[in-house]
């Protein structure tokens, strides 16, 4: 497979309070190894070298674990491929010729920094709401001390390999953020480790989900089909059970506002 | 009081009124069919008739009618808040919006839950209105004979406006005086735009509970490996297929072979 020439239609956007609007590029001579970032890097010291500002967007680590990355191409969260992040897409995937569109994630909460770059710290918010257990300082415990069925210790890590990456909201429908907060939730509601804080926890990231103004699910799984770490439906069904528990059925109640 | 108005204020709390609701409406649908089986009795209405007026004459009924009311308004007002939420949640759309994988019915549930809403008006006007608040429904008398068991219907015509129904059994008779609704219906479903509305209405209830029935149960929590198939099982054939099917029969049959 030779190089490839592509037509880019991008996203540009000065800042939050101006409205943005496509532009249309050139990519050429793109070698099909590279990644969308690289594709994009290239395009960038093109636009660079005839003193035009580059196009914004993020990454980080470039190897599909920090969740930076984001990127909405032809219609999907971090392209066309299932369970990758954008970083981890190859230009052998497109064809010679082809016209990519590329879009910031869609989402109230997530407003546009500029360009193709939106803030998420909205989930920040959220992990910071409950999204932890508390530990004890002192002596190292030993390893597996506590016993934890190999079923449950599975579930529980299926639940954390989320990179919070926001791929769930921008392919929802409803711009929900039910799966990555569910995904949080759940890691530590299956495990002993996550039982002091369990019903306090779910509570309070619920609550601040609702405060950042994400949409409601309406359980079509658009947001599972796109999960580049393949995060279940069914950690949205656990959220809302133990939310509902902890709401209506549970005495103790350990947030007090 | 406002920790519960607190809950279900939230997302989840909206979503679970949703639930529930949906859920109860769902039970309603499988008696409401059991009951308009009976059209399909070749009886001059005689079975229908009965059993449309012990519905408006059993207390207990009339109170889980005015529930089931409250349900479809309840649904109808969250599921309004819920669109105007998930509207505002994504201000600005994408330019190019790719084949989701997720199903038709579950993208599409406020449109077909808005033809539902307006089909339950022509249905109410149609049968509930007329029955209760109109004049325009006839009668019927049946005359059972004890012994042979053979009933035999004239229309009647009650000396007082306001009659609503009387049984009484002389000479090892049994005559039922009661209102015609079962006329009614007929003549409803020899119109072929009802006929159509209807058709299409069930069209409507197959694809918001093929997605509905099972969602709700999502949205409860209860998702179970061993249970799930179960509920997506009743919920796409007893909701989605054989209910809907059942009562768009209804008009096919008045209007093709009665």
Redo the contacts between chains.
């Keep these: 497979m030779g190089n490839m020439n592509l037509t880019l ?1 991008v ?1 540009r956007q000065k800042n939050a309070q101006t409205p943005g609007k ?1 532009v249309t590029y050139k990519a050429e001579g793109i070698s099909p190894d590279m990644s969308f970032l690289e594709m994009l890097d290239v395009v960038n010291e093109s636009l660079i070298l005839k003193s035009e500002e580059p196009i914004h967007f993020d990454h980080d680590c470039r190897e599909g674990i920090c969740g930076m990355c984001s990127l ?1 191409i ?3 969260p971090h392209g066309p491929k299932r369970a990758i992040t954008t970083c981890q897409l190859h230009m052998r995937s497109f064809k010679d010729g082809e016209t990519i ?1 590329i ?1 910031p994630w ?4 997530f407003p546009v920094i500029k360009d193709l770059a939106v803030d998420r710290s909205a989930f920040d918010r959220i992990q910071q709401a409950g999204g932890y257990v508390s530990v004890n300082t002192g002596g190292v415990p030993d390893a597996n001390e506590i016993l934890i069925p190999k079923v449950i210790a599975d579930e529980a890590f299926n639940s954390a390999t989320c990179i919070g990456c926001g791929a769930c909201v921008a ?1 929802c ?4 953020a ?1 799966l990555f907060v569910s995904a949080k939730v759940s890691q530590f509601a299956m495990l002993p480790q996550g039982q002091t804080e369990r019903w306090s926890r779910v509570q309070k990231m ?2 601040q ?2 405060e950042e ?10 947001c599972e ?2 999960c580049p770490k393949e995060i279940q ?2 950690n ?9 528990s902890a ?2 059925f549970r005495e103790e109640h350990a947030h007090e506002e | 009081m406002s ?1 519960f108005k607190q ?1 279900f204020n ?7 009124i949703m639930a529930l609701t949906g859920l109860f409406l769902c039970t309603f649908l499988i008696v409401h069919l059991g009951g308009n089986l009976l059209l399909f009795k070749n009886d001059d209405g005689f079975g229908f008739n009965v059993y449309a007026n012990f519905l408006t004459h059993f207390p207990p009924i009339e109170v889980v009618a005015y529930l089931l009311y409250l349900c479809i308004v309840v649904h109808a007002i969250y599921a309004l808040v ?1 669109t105007v ?2 509207r ?11 084949k ?4 038709w019915s ?2 599409n ?1 406020g449109l077909l839950g808005s033809v539902l809403l307006l089909f339950l008006v022509i249905h109410m006007g149609n049968f509930w209105y007329t029955y209760k608040y109109t004049h325009n429904v006839g009668y019927k008398e049946y005359r059972t004979d004890l012994s042979s068991g053979i009933t035999t219907s004239s229309n009647f015509t009650p000396l007082s406006p306001d009659f609503e129904n009387s049984v009484q059994t002389a000479n090892n008779t049994e005559i039922v005086r009661v209102k015609d609704l079962h006329a009614t219906v007929a003549f409803v479903f020899h119109n072929i735009w009802y006929v159509l509305i209807y058709v299409i209405a069930m069209g409507a209830v197959s694809f918001h509970l093929l ?1 509905g029935f ?2 709700a149960f ?6 179970h490996r061993k249970y799930t198939p179960i509920v997506e099982f009743i919920g796409t054939w007893l909701f989605a297929v054989i209910i809907p099917v059942g009562f768009a029969l209804m008009p096919i049959v008045y209007y093709f072979c009665r």
Excluded at chain 2, 88 to 98: F, K, T
Aim: hydrophobic share 35%; proline share 3%.
């Design positions: 239609k996203w496509f909405y032809n219609g999907h569109t879009e869609r989402a109230a909460p392919a429908k409803n711009a929900s039910m619920v609550a989900m609702d103004g994400f949409g409601n699910c309406t359980n079509t799984g658009a089909a796109e439906l069914t949205i069904s656990r959220m809302n059970n133990d939310y509902f709401k209506l | 920790e809950t939230s997302s989840l709390g909206k979503k679970l819920l939420k998930n505002r949640a994504r201000p600005v759309g994408y330019a190019v919006v790719n989701s994988p997720a199903s579950s993208k549930m997605h099972q969602s999502r949205t409860l929590g209860w998702v």
